[in-house]
């Protein structure tokens, strides 16, 4: 029994020795070149694998840094974030690379990505608009910083979007007032509406409430002082159409009186008398 023991122990050093002898012989696996993984991280990007292809691109840069694609895979690492929605890890990756990058080419591009990044994420308006106020920041210094940038277009279309959005939430907030007879609180809301987004299709129902409101309150002049602007700047409107059923025939007649003295302009609201 002890020799058949020894005879075990025996052979169970030699196999040992001899797998410590093959890992010796044996050759280490080859790096890939920073080519390489990039190629197959756009491979995984293509092939919308895109938490493959985000792994794979920060490879590029682990195994690399020093490579002219290392720097190109830190802004493809975002893009892949970004496609697979995960918007977060995408303005992260972006900050980054625009804090370690500022010079690059490709800059612009990084600021409109992360301008997209916030205005993907935007809701409807009966919600907190925070993320619509980070989309519109993130696109004003697209615009602002890169004037000649080819996505400048393209965020500025956005921007009117997201001002149009901004504006509705301020009408639904000032409509939830007038509806509950707080005059004054939905007066505010409205001036803010043709104050601030006097470019977005929500300044003729803007003036119209005003004017509603003012009728409440019985100031027919201040009435009358906006329904002069709502006809002039936008006179084929519906809202202009149910403010004048609101007037009486001496409101309508002042309204249709274009030698008028009254300033006519969206500015003159907020004028002094």
Known sequence: MRLLSLLCMVLSMLALNACASKDKDAKPPAEKTAEELYEGALKALND??????????EEVERQHPYSELATKAQLM?????????????????????????PGNQQIDYAYYLKALSYYDQITDIRRDQHMTMQALDALNTLVQRFPKSEYRREAELKRDLVLDHLAGKEMEIGRYYLN???????????????KEYQTTTHVPEALHRLIECYMTLGLKGEAQRIA???G???????????TYKLMDDKMRAKMLDNRSAIDRTIDSIFKPE
């Open 48 to 57: 919308d694998l895109f938490k493959t292809a985000t792994q794979q691109f």
């Open 77 to 101: 690492s975002a893009l892949s974030s970004y496609y697979d929605e995960r918007y977060d890890d995408a303005v992260i990756a972006l900050d980054r690379f625009i804090q370690l990058h």
């Open 180 to 194: 509950r007879n707080h005059i004054n609180a939905a007066i505010n809301r409205f001036q803010n509406v043709i």
């Open 228 to 230: 002069v602007v709502l």
């Open 232 to 242: 002039h700047n936008y006179p084929g409107s519906p809202w202009y159409e149910r």
